[in-house]
C-alpha cells in the first residue's frame, strides 16, 4: 500500500457489514469513513454527528455540513456530499483512495474525475474479518443458542399433532408452515434475533432449498427447517439446518438422511486450518456419488447436492470464506456451516447445517440441537 | 438511450430494491439482471435456478453454470460469474450497459477491461419505482395499520402504569424501553413484519432522534415512538413517529409538541404534485424560527430541528424524494414522510411522523394514529 493511500467506504452500516465492523456505528443512512494514516475519522449529517461521537469507535468525527461550507469558500457553488469529502481529503494532502470491490461505481468516477486515484481492494475487504474473535465467537453462540431453542418450541405442534389425512392435526387445526415460522420468529424476536426469510418446508417444497414453504405441513414427507436469525444486539447471525418427518419413514429416505450425516461428518473430517474448503466439499460429492446419489439437471430440473458444503458467517449470514468448489483456505477461527443436503423432485429434500469454528487441528463444532429425523 | 444498451445489475434483492422491483424474486445471494432489447433475462445459480423460474417476473432464466461451460468452451481456463454474463451478452451481442449508481466499482471497472462501454444512470434508477401504484399504497397502508396496532399495544404499560420516583411502574417492575419494544417487534412479527431498530426513547436520549433507547422509561419527560418496520410477505415499509408525555407536562413541552403539530400541518399544506418539497420544509423551518425555536450548534451538540423534513418509503425505508433543503420535485403518487421535531438536550426531544400519498392537489394522509401528548 503507498503510505499515503486513505481507506474510504460509503455506505449505511446496517446494509454494509464492512462499514459496521471498522466503525462500530450502526446508522441506515450512508456516511463516509476516511482511515487516513490509521486514524478513524467519520463525516456525518447533523441528525447523526452527537450520536456518532458518544458511539463510534473511530478517532475523529466531522461534520458533513461544516465540510460543505468549506467547499463553498472553496469555490463551490452547491456544495453536495462529495464536495465536502474533497475538501477532507485535500486539507488532509490525500490523493489516493483504497476502497471495497462493492464501493459505487457512480461516486468511484466522480473521485477519478476530481483526480483522485482509487485502487479497490477484491473481497473480502478486511482480512481480519473472516478470522473471528473469542468475543465474536460468543456472539455466534449465543444467537445460535436462542435459534436451537426457537426450533425446539417450533417443533411442539409436530411433535404433539396427529396425522390425518396426510396432514398433521394440533389443537384442531392442520398445522402450516406459517404457524411453525411465526412460532420461531416471535420467540426469537423476544429474545432480540430477527428471523427474516426462515424457511420452513414440506414435501416438494423442500426439492428448492430456498423455498420458504407455505401452506400445511405434509405428514409422511420431509420438513426442513432452517432459520438464520441476526441479533439486533450484537448483529451476529446464526444459521442451522434440520430435517423432519413426522411418521414413519420410507427406508430410502432414511438411509439418504444417515447418508447426509455420513457426508456431513466426512467434510468435518477434512476441514483444518489451512487446507482449502474444496477438499470437504469434494469428500461429501465423492460419497454421495459412491452412493448413488444422481447430481444435475433432469427433465429440466436440478437434482441431488447442487450447491456448496458451506459459507463463512458472522455480521453478514454469507460472507467469506466459501467451503465450495472454489479455491478459499480455511484458516483456524473462520466460522462456516457445513451443510450438505439432497433433493428429489417425487421424493423430497433433506438438509442439515452446522456451524463450527476451523481450529490448527480441525474443527469445534458449535451447534447442538440433536439430529433425530424422525418425529413419532 | 442507444438503442443497444442493456440494462445490468448484479445483486442480491433482499437487500437491494432497485433488483427486487424489476425482477419480483428474492433471492439473498448476488444474481446477475440484464434487460436487452425490453427483454429481461436472469441468470442464477442451480441453487436458485428452478425457484426463480417458478417465481421471478422475467422473461428468460438462464444457468449460470451452463454459461461457465461456455465460457470455458470459448477459452477462458478457470471462468467466473463475470466470464459468463461476458458470453451470455456476446451471444446477444450487446456491448453497452446501464447501470445503477451503486452498482460495484469492482465489476464495473473489469467489465470495462473487457470491452464493454458502461454508463451510470443516477439515482434513483428506476424514474417509476418512486411513483407508488394503487397497489403499492395499499400494501403501505396494510404495513402501517399493523404498526399502529403494535404502538396501541405498546403504550398499555406506559398508559396503565403509575408514576413513581420519577419512573413509570407497571405490574411491580419499572417501564422500559427495552420491554416497550419487545412488546412492539413481537405484535409486529406475529403479524408478518419485521420491526428492526424500533426507537423507544424518552429524557435525554430523545434529542438524538436515531438513539434507540435503553433503559427504564422516565416520566414527567418526553417519550419518542418511532417504528418502522417491513412486511416480510409484500416487502413494503412503514414510518410512522408519536411522542408522549406520562404525567402532566410543563407548559413549555405542550407549547412545544403544539408548535410541532402546527408546522407539520404547515409542511402538508405546501405539498403537492410538481412543487418542490423545500417548500414545505422551509415552511416548518420559517414557522419554528419565528416561534424562537433555535436551531444550530451550541456547546457542542446539535439543537432544534436540524434533520430534513421527510423522505420517500416504499421497498425502502429511506428512498427517493428527500422533503428538505434538496431540490426534489413532489410529484402525484409519491409517498413521504412529514416529521418535524424539536430537540433541546435538557429539555428532551419531540416528533411526529405521517406517511402521505402526494397528490395533485395536496396530500393524503395515510396515518390513523391519534395525536396526544399527555399520557395521565
Do not use: W
Not at 101 to 125: E, Q, S, W, Y
Not at 196 to 205: C, W
Amino acid at each position: 500500500m503507498a503510505s499515503d493511500e486513505a481507506t474510504l467506504m460509503i455506505a449505511g452500516s446496517e446494509t454494509d457489514s464492512d462499514m459496521l465492523y471498522d466503525t462500530g456505528f450502526l446508522a441506515p443512512d450512508p456516511f463516509i469513513y476516511v482511515k487516513i494514516r490509521g486514524r478513524k475519522i467519520l463525516m456525518l449529517s447533523d441528525l447523526e454527528i452527537d450520536r456518532a461521537k458518544a458511539q463510534a469507535k473511530v478517532h475523529t468525527v466531522q461534520s458533513l455540513s461544516q465540510y460543505m461550507e468549506k467547499a463553498k469558500s472553496n469555490g463551490t457553488r452547491n456544495p453536495g456530499t462529495l464536495d465536502a469529502l474533497e475538501a477532507l481529503l485535500k486539507e488532509r494532502k490525500v490523493k489516493k483512495l483504497l476502497v471495497p470491490a462493492h464501493f459505487g461505481v457512480a461516486t468511484a468516477d466522480r473521485l477519478r474525475k476530481k483526480g483522485f486515484r482509487i485502487r479497490v481492494k477484491p473481497d473480502p475487504f478486511h482480512d481480519s474479518r473472516i478470522l473471528k474473535t473469542e468475543d465474536e465467537i460468543k456472539k455466534i453462540i449465543q444467537s445460535l443458542r436462542h435459534t436451537e431453542a426457537a426450533i425446539k418450541k417450533g417443533l411442539v405442534p409436530i411433535r404433539e399433532g396427529k396425522i390425518r389425512k396426510g396432514y398433521i392435526y394440533h389443537q384442531g387445526r392442520r398445522v402450516t408452515s406459517e404457524q411453525i415460522k411465526n412460532i420461531i420468529n416471535t420467540d426469537l424476536m423476544q429474545n432480540g434475533l430477527i428471523g427474516a426469510h426462515t424457511i420452513i418446508s414440506s414435501g416438494e417444497q423442500c426439492c428448492e432449498p430456498h423455498d420458504e414453504g407455505h401452506g400445511p405441513i405434509r405428514a409422511n414427507a420431509t420438513i426442513i427447517f432452517d432459520v438464520f436469525p441476526r441479533s439486533h444486539k450484537t448483529m451476529y447471525y446464526a444459521d442451522i439446518t434440520r430435517s423432519f418427518f413426522k411418521g414413519v419413514a420410507p427406508a430410502h429416505l432414511k438411509k439418504m438422511y444417515k447418508d447426509i450425516r455420513h457426508g456431513q461428518d466426512l467434510a468435518m473430517a477434512e476441514i483444518r486450518h489451512n487446507r482449502k474448503g474444496s477438499i470437504a466439499d469434494k469428500a461429501i460429492r465423492d460419497f454421495f456419488e459412491a452412493e448413488g446419489y444422481f447430481t444435475g439437471l433432469r427433465d429440466g430440473r436440478m437434482h441431488g447436492f447442487f450447491h456448496g458444503t458451506g459459507h463463512g458467517l458472522g455480521l453478514d449470514v454469507h460472507e467469506a470464506p466459501r467451503v465450495s468448489r472454489s479455491d478459499d483456505v480455511l484458516r483456524a477461527g473462520m466460522v462456516v456451516t457445513v451443510e450438505p443436503g439432497l433433493y428429489y423432485p417425487g421424493l423430497g429434500g433433506i438438509r442439515l447445517e452446522d456451524l463450527v469454528v476451523v481450529t490448527r487441528t480441525g474443527v469445534r463444532n458449535l451447534t447442538k440441537f440433536p439430529k433425530v429425523f424422525e418425529i413419532p
